[in-house]
């Protein structure tokens, strides 16, 4: 029906408001705490489902002399034993390199590494059969720490090399000189749901499978590798993820592999579900890193050079280690110019779980190196760490220039640090911390303010693309589909506002659908910190073109020209004319189906003007770069090494946030997870390569205790973004690397237990045995 007159608000919506940039509940926030929301443990079984057990190598490292499975395949209950010579495709599974079997060959190289798979009625009677599985193996001397593969000469892939300028000179005219090396470990990701498939056989060889992933496509094309056959008899659909944090990036294709291959064999549904315990042992973790550096300074403590041999450690397999890698050495700069720079990255093989994507992806092992050195700096001269690192930020020309070449435009690093030392009172705290330090002689106090610039972009340029398939039905409901996926960090609530707002209909309107690969073909992992970027231009693209389609049915009911059609204006449901002549959205919806006119279009984005050449270690590798900073103060017991955060300020640069609730949230997790990996996370392995630290008994995640008594967080404001969608940034990753601050909070506390003048020795992660040793050392003469 069209109406005349100008258009009421409705429900307290204005007609000149919109979801976007405005607070929300995530989409699914309610079913999450009801346990309203599915996941796929949570699906129905199918008729006839059967479960699937992985059997796993004892030893880290050896040959396999014999496997005999017959005891396994006569166990009651048990219908398919399956090992490497039933794979009718490929037994590989490497998501960069052919160095990962899925099925053990004739070596086994990690404790935990797949043998054979069992499949039957019950979990209890597949663990079962798997105990009749009769294994010998040759067991050889496993290769685990990162100086042993060194000095083994065990490496994956070529050094990354980035230069430039002298910093032979640099080192030559230096006023301070700080040498050594630097060890950060890894971390679990610990997702709620652990790793998960549900394959469901069907016609003509193919599988439908129901996967905890973040790469749905990358799933379809392995399981369509294993099985030998097209990727079009594959289908991945993912619905929710209970976390994901990178260890579903590339590590749940191994799971659907298992379940799809099983599933093809027995023609009966497969599930393969791991427990806490066989998830923390089967799959990698953040890489632990070793980075021998010297880093060259002037007595104000300006930063003249950095050289560094940074060193990861892969695991067995190459999985995603060299872009890791390429990462650390993107980020080793962090907020900082460096004027003379030479740096080398390599990934070494070590016999543990192959190691993998975790939320920054290599930029937070980057970043402590320059971190560490600012940090042994300021102490070396006396000088106040933030006003060191204030120093050293990029400038203007040539003070710009990345180490791999990239000029830093739009530095919100300046802008940030003056605004946030004065909203958290940095210099009064700081003195009244150093006051009270004078008179406590067990308890200290600690204060930092910790900088970052993270680079938003895949660095493998081909990943930077997405698809999105929107359709309009003639009721006026919109159906959304794109590539990305949802693991709780809210990409489904941003692409409905983004959705919402293209079409100008309620988001209630907006049923967005299960990510599948069967509506959006070939796309990249929900990663890198992109999913919003590159989804959302997507899904822009798809709506604006069946809005575009419906602008001259519209103005057909409004009695308007054809050519009028761009001046209408679409939201809170209607299609308005200039003067406030409107006309139901779903109204024109009916009729442009009546029309014979198509209301589904696909959308595409691709990011453009990015490229690197890793061999010239030069190049262009992200689109933009998201800023932020943190002032954390600490307090440590002398005696006992615990310490608590007493207050956090966070401003952090989102761009115009496309959900500001949503943003937030990731701001406050993704700082509670850096500082989780920072203080208490502690991955260990014993000699033979077995996992020690394999449930939440042995494993210290953060909790409430670790969280600042003070939690403040700021989104920075007026800071659009340009060329991005709707000039919102990227969220997920920057801020992990804030908790780096609290190291830096540590060490400034730990410093007053030492005479003026000496740097502080500070093992990471921060546990409290650490800083006990930390102080020990500092209060030796």
């Not at 990663?527 to 989804?535: E, F, K, M, R």
């Amino acid at each position: 029906m069209v109406k005349n007159t100008p258009p009421a608000p409705h429900d307290g919506v204005t007609l000149k408001d919109t979801p976007l940039h405005q607070p929300a509940l995530h989409e699914s926030g309610y079913r999450h705490v009801s346990g309203a929301a599915i996941y796929v443990d949570d699906m129905p079984p199918p008729h006839g489902m059967l479960v699937g057990l992985a059997v796993q190598s004892p030893v880290a490292r050896g040959r396999i002399r014999s496997l005999n499975l017959d005891g396994a395949k006569r166990a009651p209950g048990i219908h398919a034993v399956l090992a490497r010579e039933d794979v009718p495709g490929h037994n590989q599974i490497g998501p960069s390199l052919p160095d990962e079997p899925l099925f053990a060959e004739q070596e086994v190289f990690t404790v935990g590494q797949i043998i054979a798979v069992v499949v039957g009625e019950t979990l209890a009677q597949c663990r079962k059969a798997a105990a009749l599985v009769k294994l010998d193996i040759e067991e050889l001397r496993p290769i685990l720490e990162i100086p042993d593969a060194i000095a083994a000469g065990s490496f994956i892939g070529t050094p990354h090399v980035m230069q430039r300028g002298d910093v032979t000179e640099a080192f030559k005219t230096a006023e301070l000189v700080v040498e050594g090396e630097l060890a950060s470990g890894g971390q679990d990701h610990f997702y709620l749901e652990t790793q998960v498939s549900l394959a469901i056989p069907e016609e003509l060889g193919a599988v439908r499978i129901h996967s905890s992933t973040q790469h749905p496509s990358e799933v379809q094309a392995k399981v369509a590798e294993v099985l030998g056959v097209p990727r079009n008899r594959v289908v991945v659909e993912a619905p929710r993820m209970g976390g994901g944090f990178g260890g579903k990036e590339t590590q749940a294709a191994h799971f659907a592999a298992l379940a799809a291959l099983a599933a093809v064999r027995t023609q009966r549904p497969v599930k393969v579900w791991l427990n806490r315990d066989d998830d923390m042992v089967m799959t990698g973790k953040r890489h632990p890193f070793l980075t021998r550096y010297k880093a060259s300074f002037l007595k104000d403590g300006s930063l003249t050079g950095l050289w560094a041999e940074v060193f990861s450690n892969g695991g067995w397999s190459a999985d995603l280690s060299i872009s890791i890698t390429d990462r650390a050495l993107f980020h080793i700069d962090n907020t900082y110019f460096i004027p003379n720079v030479h740096v080398t990255g390599r990934v070494t093989r070590t016999n543990l779980p192959s190691n993998t994507a975790f939320r920054g992806f290599g930029g937070p092992q980057g970043m402590l190196v320059i971190e560490e050195a600012l940090s042994r700096a300021a102490e070396r001269l006396g000088l106040d760490g933030a006003e060191v690192r204030r120093k050293n930020y990029y400038g203007d020309a040539p003070r710009n220039l990345t180490p791999y070449w990239q000029e830093v435009t739009h530095n919100r690093a300046p802008r940030i640090h003056t605004e946030l030392l004065a909203s958290s009172d940095y210099t009064t705290r700081k003195a009244a911390i150093d006051a009270f330090n004078a008179k406590s002689r067990f308890i200290k106090r600690g204060i930092s303010l910790q900088p970052v610039k993270f680079g938003i972009s895949f660095t493998f340029t081909l990943l930077n693309q997405a698809g999105a398939l929107v359709l309009v039905y003639a009721d006026g409901s919109v159906q959304l589909n794109h590539g990305g996926t949802e693991m709780g960090q809210g990409l489904h609530t941003k692409m409905i506002a983004v959705a919402a707002h293209e079409l100008g209909v309620p988001v209630d309107n907006i049923r967005l659908m299960t990510t599948s690969t069967e509506k959006v073909p070939n796309t990249s992992a929900t990663a890198a910190s992109s999913g919003s970027d590159l989804n959302g231009q997507a899904v822009k693209e798809a709506c604006n073109t069946i809005r575009d389609r419906m602008r001259p049915v519209a103005c057909r009911l409004l009695g308007l020209p054809v050519t009028d059609g761009a001046a209408l204006r679409f939201a809170n449901g209607l299609v308005i004319a200039p003067g406030g002549k409107h006309v139901a959205f779903a109204d024109v919806a009916l009729a442009s189906w009546q029309a014979q006119i198509s209301l589904s279009s696909t959308g595409y984005y691709r990011t453009p003007e990015i490229h690197y050449d890793r061999a010239a270690g030069r190049g262009v590798p992200f689109y933009y770069f998201a800023y932020g900073a943190a002032v954390l103060e600490v307090e440590l017991n002398g005696l006992t090494g615990e310490h608590r955060i007493l207050r956090a300020d966070i401003l952090h640069d989102v761009g115009d946030s496309l959900v500001p609730t949503i943003d937030r949230g990731q701001v406050e997790g993704a700082f509670i997870q850096g500082v989780g990996w920072l203080t208490c996370e502690e991955v260990l392995f014993d000699q033979k390569g077995r996992l020690l630290t394999h449930a939440p008994s042995t494993y210290k995640i953060p909790a409430v205790g670790e969280a600042p008594e003070d939690f403040r967080v700021t989104l920075l404001k007026g800071a659009p973004q340009d060329g991005v969608i709707h000039g919102s940034k990227a969220v997920g990753e920057p801020p992990f690397m804030l908790g780096i601050g609290v190291v830096t909070a540590l060490r400034h506390a730990i410093a007053s237990f030492a005479p003026p003048g000496r740097d502080v020795t500070l093992r990471i992660p921060c546990t409290p045995e650490a800083i006990l040793r930390a102080v020990d050392a500092a209060q030796k003469v």
